[in-house]
């Protein structure tokens, strides 16, 4: 079993910074990587950003510039730096570990961000 932790989100106003980070503890030997998603009120959730055990990273094309998405393995901790925040990035961002033997993985809780415009 893994479980992640959330933390870091809040309100901004649009063109401001957050970081959130994402702290695992448990197995975290099986993870093969970790994302971060968002849902906003009445949309699905969707993938932001991901980094695997390797390192490489992949972006949704409406954040790449913007968001960048890192990791501290001494941590077992990663992190999502959101500059240049809009008023559409609004949601509750949550990460999710893929994790070998667990189909569906593990969520955290999610964090809020709101950006004001």
């Known amino acids: 079993q893994v479980h992640l932790v959330e933390s870091g989100g809040g309100l901004v106003q649009a063109g401001g910074s957050l970081r959130l980070s994402c702290a695992a503890s448990g197995s975290t030997s099986i993870i093969n990587a970790i994302g971060w998603y968002r849902q906003a009120p009445g949309k699905q959730r969707e993938l932001v950003a991901i980094?695997?055990?390797?390192?490489?990273?992949n972006y949704a094309d409406s954040v790449k510039g913007r968001f960048t998405i890192s990791r501290d393995n001494a941590k077992n901790t990663v992190y999502l730096q959101l500059n240049i925040l809009k008023p559409e990035d609004t949601a509750v961002y949550y990460c999710?570990?893929?994790?070998?033997?667990?189909?569906?993985?593990?969520w955290g809780q999610g964090t809020q961000v709101t950006v004001s415009s």
């Open positions: 980094i695997s055990s390797s390192g490489s990273t």
């Open positions: 999710h570990a893929e994790a070998r033997l667990y189909l569906r993985g593990f």
